[in-house]
C-alpha cells in the first residue's frame, strides 16, 4: 500500500493548496490540449484520431478513435443476399423483418432484412450469422429522426448506407473447421422435397433410393422414394431444412 | 423520525432508496429499499439461446459489463461441457482487469463527488473514458460488448492493440499518483473518512459481504486466488488488503486492486503478443444460437436427446463475489439461469455500517460502498 502523500497534522492553509497544487496543474495542461472533443466539428471517425500522436496532456489520443469495427447502422448489399434468414433467426431482441425484395421468382421470393432501429441493440449478432459478408455494421451512429417510422430501415435504406461505403466491419467469424452438418434420419424420410425446395443455397438434391422389396403380410410406408442429399461444402448451416422438414428427420450432427 | 434518501437522491447513483430513522444528526436505524430497476434478466434468459443471453449481461451491471459476461460464459460452458482455447481465456481475463479498472475509476469518481469533490470526478470520468476507448478499439461498443461467446470470445485483439494498452496503462499508472495526492494527501479527505462506516470482518462474513468492502476489513479472501478461473492461477498478482475497514481502508484497497490490475495486465498483453492461437473453440454445437442459427423448436432438440448438464461460476467482480447457477436440460435456452449480486449483500447490510454516525456521512459511506443498481435487482 502507498504511503505516498499521506497527511499530517499541519497548518491548516496547506490542507486546501497542496490538492490544489496538483488540480492546477492538470488545468495548466488541458489549456494546451483538452480532452473533450468539439463534436460536430471534429468527430472520432476521422483518421487524424486514429495517429498516435504525442500531445501535451500526455494523454495517449488515438485510443479514443471510432475504429472499422466500430457496430453502428448495418450496411446490406441486397445483391448478394441469399434470404437465408440466419439475420433475422439470431437477432436477441427481433427486431429483424425479412420483407420481399424485387429480383426473385415467384416461386422463391427473395427476402432481405428490414431493421427497427427502434429495438436493435447493435449487437451485432446478425452480421455475425450472415454466411455471405452481406450485412455488415459500419461506423455511422447518427439516427436522429423525426418520426419513429424512420426508425424502420427498409432493406433499400440500408443498401444506401451500403453504397455510402463507409468502412464496414471487418471482422468475420471464422467458421469451425469441424463443424456440425446436417444429417438424415432415413427410416423417417418421406421424400417430400420440402428441404430441397427451401434451400437458400440449392444445395440439397433429392436422390433416388432403391425402394425395398415388401415381405410378405407387410405392407411398405406411403412415400416417395427420394432422399435429400447435402453438399456440404455449399451449406451454410441455416437450419431451413431442419425447420421445414414435416417428419423432424434432420438433424445437426457430425458424420462418423 | 423516517426520511426516504432516494430513489431520487444524489447519494443513491442509480434507482434504490435509502430510509433513514433520525434523531436530529444522529442515525438510529436504516432500511434499504431496492427493487426500482428490476428487468426480469433471469427470466428472460429462459428463452434466449445461450449466445444471446449475453447482451442481457452487459445491462445488468452497466459499469462492469465484462466481468458478468464472464460469469455467466463460465458457468453456461460449465452446462454445456465446453471448453475455450487458451488464448480465449487470457483475453477473458484481458476483459475482466481493464473492467476493473473502468469500474474502479467509475467508482472514484462517484465517490469524490460524494464529497464533494468535483475536479476529482472529472479525472476519474477522463481516465475511464480511456479503458472504454480500448474496449470500444477491440469489441466494437463503449459498454454494451457482446464480446464472450461461448466456447471463446468473438473476435481477436486489431493489431496494434497491445502498443496502445500499454500506453494507456503507463498513463493510469501516473494518475494514480495524482490521486492519492489529491485524497491521501488532503487532510479534509482524511478527516471526513478516517474510522467511518466500519464493518469488521466477523460481521462482514456473516452478513455475506465481499469484494473490496470485506478486503478492507482485513479479510484476504479474493476468488481470483481461492477458487482461481480463466488464466488466473498463470498470472501473478497480491491481493490487496488494508485492515482499518473504515472509509478510507477500503479507498486504499480499491486504489491497491488498480495498481495489481495493471501488473496482471502487462503480464496478460505480454502473453498475448507471444502466443498466437484460435479464439473459439472448434467444435461448437450448432443448437448454441447466435451466432449460429437456431434451428427446430425446443422440442425438436429434447428429442434428439442433447447433453444435459448444470453450470456453476462464480467471480471476483469489481464489486464482490458474483455467482451464476446455470441449469441446461437439453434445450436451446438455459432451463434456469441464477444470478447472485454482491452489491445487493453489500447494501444489505447497511445496517451494521450506517447505525450510529450521522446523516452526513452517509454520501461518503454508502460511496465507499460502490453501488451498481443495475446488477442488485436485475
Ligand atoms: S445488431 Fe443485434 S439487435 Fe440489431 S438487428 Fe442485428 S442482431 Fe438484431
Ligand atoms: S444472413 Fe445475410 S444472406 Fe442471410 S438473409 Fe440475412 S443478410 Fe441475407
Ligand atoms: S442448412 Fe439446410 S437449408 Fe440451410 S444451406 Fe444447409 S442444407 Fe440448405
Not at chain 2, 142 to 154: H, L, N
Not at chain 2, 232 to 250: I, K, M, N, Q, S
Request: with cysteine; proline share 7%; net charge negative.
Amino acid at each position: 500500500m502507498t504511503e505516498e502523500g499521506t497527511a499530517t497534522e499541519e497548518n491548516p492553509v496547506l490542507y486546501v493548496v497542496r490538492p490544489m497544487a496538483t488540480a492546477a496543474k492538470q488545468f495548466a495542461k488541458s489549456l494546451v490540449r483538452p480532452s473533450t472533443v468539439i463534436y460536430p466539428f471534429e468527430r472520432l471517425e476521422d483518421p487524424a484520431f486514429r495517429e498516435e500522436v504525442a500531445v501535451a496532456s500526455g494523454k495517449p489520443i488515438g485510443v479514443g478513435a471510432i475504429w472499422d469495427n466500430y457496430r453502428g447502422v448495418h450496411a446490406l448489399n441486397i445483391a448478394t443476399c441469399i434470404s437465408c434468414n440466419l439475420c433475422a433467426f439470431s437477432c436477441p431482441d427481433l427486431c429483424i423483418e425479412m420483407v420481399t425484395v424485387p429480383g426473385g421468382d415467384p416461386k422463391h421470393p427473395k427476402k432481405c432484412p428490414e431493421i427497427d432501429y427502434g429495438k436493435c441493440s447493435y449487437c451485432g449478432f446478425c452480421s455475425d450469422a450472415c454466411p455471405e459478408g452481406c450485412l455488415t455494421m459500419t461506423t455511422r451512429y447518427e439516427l436522429a429522426t423525426a418520426k419513429r417510422s424512420e426508425m424502420v430501415y427498409s432493406p433499400e435504406k440500408l443498401y444506401e448506407v451500403f453504397r455510402t461505403k463507409l468502412p464496414m466491419n471487418p471482422i468475420r467469424l471464422e467458421r469451425p473447421e469441424n463443424e456440425d452438418q446436417i444429417l438424415l434420419d432415413p427410416p423417417l424420410c418421406i421424400g417430400c422435397n420440402a428441404c430441397a425446395r427451401d434451400c437458400p443455397t440449392a444445395c440439397i438434391t433429392m436422390l433416388d433410393v432403391a425402394k425395398p422389396e415388401a415381405k410378405a403380410g407387410e405392407k411398405l410406408p406411403k412415400r416417395i422414394w427420394k432422399e435429400p442429399v447435402v453438399n456440404d461444402s455449399d451449406c451454410v448451416r441455416c437450419g431451413t431444412c431442419i425447420s421445414v422438414c414435416p417428419k423432424e428427420c434432420l438433424f445437426w450432427g457430425k458424420r462418423p | 423520525m423516517w426520511i426516504n434518501m432516494g430513489p431520487q437522491h444524489p447519494m443513491t447513483h442509480g434507482l434504490w432508496n435509502l430510509r433513514v430513522r433520525i434523531d436530529g444528526e444522529l442515525i438510529l436505524d436504516v432500511d434499504p429499499e431496492m427493487g426500482y430497476l428490476h428487468r426480469g434478466i433471469e427470466k428472460i434468459s429462459e428463452d434466449r439461446h445461450y449466445n444471446e443471453v449475453i447482451t442481457l449481461m452487459d445491462r445488468c451491471c452497466y459499469v462492469a459489463g465484462m466481468a458478468w459476461e464472464h460469469l455467466y460464459i463460465l458457468g453456461a460452458e460449465q452446462a454445456l461441457a465446453i471448453r475455450p482455447p487458451e488464448r480465449a481465456e487470457y483475453l477473458r481475463v484481458l476483459c475482466d482487469e481493464f473492467q476493473r479498472l473502468g469500474s474502479h475509476l467509475m467508482w472514484y469518481a462517484a465517490f469524490v463527488q460524494d464529497l464533494g469533490l468535483m475536479s476529482p470526478f472529472l479525472y476519474g470520468m477522463r481516465d475511464r473514458d480511456l479503458v472504454l476507448d480500448l474496449f470500444q478499439s477491440y469489441t466494437g461498443a463503449r459498454m454494451t460488448y457482446e464480446y464472450m461467446r461461448v466456447g471463446g470470445v468473438r473476435n481477436d485483439l486489431p493489431p496494434g492493440f497491445t502498443e496502445r494498452a500499454r500506453k494507456v496503462l503507463d498513463w493510469l499508472v501516473d494518475r494514480f499518483r495524482e490521486y492519492d495526492a489529491l485524497c491521501l494527501g488532503s487532510t479534509i479527505f482524511r478527516k471526513r473518512c478516517d474510522d467511518l462506516g466500519v464493518l469488521r470482518a466477523n460481521e462482514a462474513v456473516a452478513l455475506g459481504v465481499t469484494g473490496p468492502m470485506l478486503r478492507a476489513a482485513g479479510m484476504k479472501r479474493d476468488l481470483r486466488k481461492d477458487r482461481p478461473y480463466a488464466a488466473y492461477d498463470r498470472l501473478e498478482f497480491d491481493v490487496a488488503v488494508a485492515d482499518a475497514a473504515d472509509v478510507t481502508a477500503r479507498y486504499l484497497v480499491r486504489m491497491e486492486e488498480m495498481r495489481q490490475s495493471v501488473r496482471i495486465l502487462h503480464q496478460v498483453l505480454d502473453w498475448l503478443d507471444r502466443n498466437p492461437g484460435p479464439v473459439l473453440a472448434d467444435r461448437l454445437p450448432r443448437w448454441l444460437g447466435a451466432p449460429y442459427a437456431p434451428v427446430g423448436d425446443e422440442g425438436y432438440l429434447l428429442k434428439r436427446h442433447y447433453p444435459k448438464g448444470l453450470g456453476f461460476s462464480s467471480v471476483e467482480e469489481p464489486h464482490g463475489e458474483a455467482q451464476a447457477y446455470v441449469v441446461n436440460e437439453g434445450g436451446q435456452h438455459p432451463y434456469r439461469v441464477k444470478f447472485r449480486s454482491p452489491v445487493f449483500a453489500n447494501i444489505s447490510a447497511a445496517k451494521s455500517y450506517l447505525i450510529g454516525y450521522r446523516v452526513a456521512d452517509i454520501p461518503p459511506i454508502m460511496g465507499s460502498v460502490d453501488v451498481c443498481v443495475g446488477e442488485v435487482d436485475r
